[in-house]
């Protein structure tokens, strides 16, 4: 399956962090989404064959990749209070909306 | 206007009852239609497609309205193991956007 780590992590604002994640056997297409508090997951970023494929309505300082074994990196730098959320990385094979996303357990970021 | 609206909720039911979830999305070239399921501090999981034609799933069934840009989702004999959130999903035609979701509707059954 899609495995995410850390699983939690406590940051202090202006830090940074990365987060990342394994894409399940033979997925070439990674998607990030941050899910607050009582809301739906919210989409970051999407990754096809490690080529940016989209970018949601976020700012610059969230940034990610997809590495040649598929796995992913989502960085995030000068961290507000506001980004404190849960994390959720989901890969599938071929372009979202063609075939299931399978999600990771996601990483809960806190930042303080 | 939201991209994808859902029923507030939350939705408390007793074990037994039929509940039914709404959803209406704005992009009129949506293509693919899911619900997907999330338990409390869990990730999502698919709970089923909707296709136009409606499709059911044991206890579930899914329906689309394209015209109305509608979906809904129907539990019929609710279990306690129901109780999770439910969350209204679609993608557009395109595949350079991915899952767009609603922001969930949370159900309790009791006992």
């Known amino acids: 399956g899609v495995t995410q780590s850390p699983t939690h992590l406590i940051k202090t604002r202006g830090q940074q962090v990365t987060l990342r994640c394994s894409s399940q056997s033979g997925h070439n297409t990674v998607s990030w989404y941050q899910q607050a508090l009582g809301q739906g997951p919210q989409f970051i970023f999407q990754?096809?064959?490690?080529?940016?494929?989209g970018r949601g309505n976020f700012p610059d300082r969230f940034s990610a990749r997809q590495f040649p074994n598929y796995s992913s990196e989502l960085n995030v730098n000068a961290l507000l209070l506001g980004d404190s959320a849960l994390y959720l990385c989901a890969s599938s094979f071929g372009e979202v909306g063609d075939t299931e996303a399978f999600f990771g357990q996601g990483t809960r970021l806190t930042v303080v | 206007r939201k991209e994808v609206e859902q029923d507030p909720g939350p939705f408390n039911v007793p074990e037994g009852a039929t509940v039914a979830f709404n959803c209406t999305y704005s992009?009129?070239?949506?293509?693919?239609f899911f619900w997907y399921r999330q338990d409390c501090r869990k990730e999502p999981k698919l709970l089923m497609s909707?296709?136009?034609s409606g499709n059911e799933d044991g206890r579930f069934t899914a329906q689309l309205n394209r015209a109305s840009q509608y979906i809904s989702l129907l539990i019929r004999d609710s279990k306690l193991s129901d109780s999770a959130t439910y969350l209204c999903?679609?993608?557009?035609?395109?595949?350079?956007?991915?899952?767009?979701f609603g922001k969930g509707t949370r159900l309790s059954v009791i006992a």
């Open positions: 999903v679609v993608a557009p035609s395109s595949g350079n956007t991915p899952l767009v």
């Open positions: 992009n009129s070239a949506s293509q693919s």
């Open positions: 909707v296709y136009s």
């Open positions: 990754y096809y064959e490690k080529e940016e494929r």
